[in-house]
T-cell receptor, first 112, second 115 residues
Framework: KAGVTQTPRYLIKTRGQQVTLSCSPI?????VSWYQQTPGQGLQFLFE???????NKGNFPGRFSGRQFSNSRSEMNVSTLELGDSALYLC???????????FGSGTRLTVV | AQTVTQSQPEMSVQEAETVTLSCTYD???????LFWYKQPPSRQMILVIR??????QNATENRFSVNFQKAAKSFSLKISDSQLGDAAMYFC????????????FGKGTKLSVKP
């Protein structure tokens, strides 16, 4: 069974640009969550999608947005990139929340 | 708001020995879930063990077990017979029953295993 796949693995962008990250969940998982991981703030929840609907959202500015497609694949978009957006972005999928979440290997975003 | 605290930034254990990682959390809720995740240098977070708050029995998964003290809001992870492959960052996480997808993580404990 394939795991959670995140693409790309690494990304370098310039301040002011926008970026789109992709996450393909495990087959059958309809819940997809996104997290930002930085050395200073640790792991912070961005948002969660289930059946194409955002069910939960963390405390991030509106520059951070996401969506989920009918096949449960999810994308995350960050507009007007800032240096502080440099981070590891992790995606996690779940069949049922209580069973825990399976994470991908993340996308390392560097903003220069 | 709920918070998760891991008071040990780094720990070290000898191979084959036992080590316990600490985690405390703050919540006013009575029903929630707790998790321990492992993050090796490969970056992928791996679920080690989970506990449902309404279950008093401590969860175990092979060499990994937890000591869940609900009244004390403590959720420690015990790793028995430590192996070199156990070296990683370990994160404790909390999730409210009604908060889908929102895991609240501690800052992590870096575990080193000495041969």
């Amino acid at each position: 069974k394939a795991g959670v796949t995140q693409t790309p693995r690494y990304l370098i962008k310039t301040r002011g640009q926008q970026v789109t990250l992709s996450c393909s969940p495990i087959s059958g998982h309809r819940s997809v969550s996104w997290y930002q991981q930085t050395p200073g703030q640790g792991l912070q929840f961005l948002f969660e999608y289930f059946s194409e609907t955002q069910r939960n959202k963390g405390n991030f500015p509106g520059r951070f947005s996401g969506r989920q497609f009918s096949n449960s694949r999810s994308e995350m978009n960050v507009s007007t990139l800032e240096l502080g957006d440099s981070a590891l972005y992790l995606c996690a999928s779940s069949f049922r929340d209580i069973y825990g979440y399976t994470f991908g290997s993340g996308t390392r975003l560097t903003v220069v | 708001a709920q918070t998760v605290t891991q008071s040990q930034p780094e720990m070290s254990v000898q191979e084959a020995e036992t080590v316990t990682l600490s985690c405390t959390y703050d919540t006013s809720e009575s029903d929630y879930y707790l998790f321990w995740y492992k993050q090796p240098p490969s970056r992928q977070m791996i679920l080690v063990i989970r506990q449902e708050a309404y279950k008093q029995q401590n969860a175990t998964e092979n060499r990994f077990s937890v000591n869940f003290q609900k009244a004390a809001k403590s959720f420690s992870l015990k790793i028995s017979d430590s192996q070199l492959g156990d070296a990683a960052m370990y994160f404790c996480a909390y999730r409210s029953k009604g908060s889908q997808g929102n895991l609240i993580f501690g800052k992590g404990t870096k575990l080193s295993v000495k041969p």
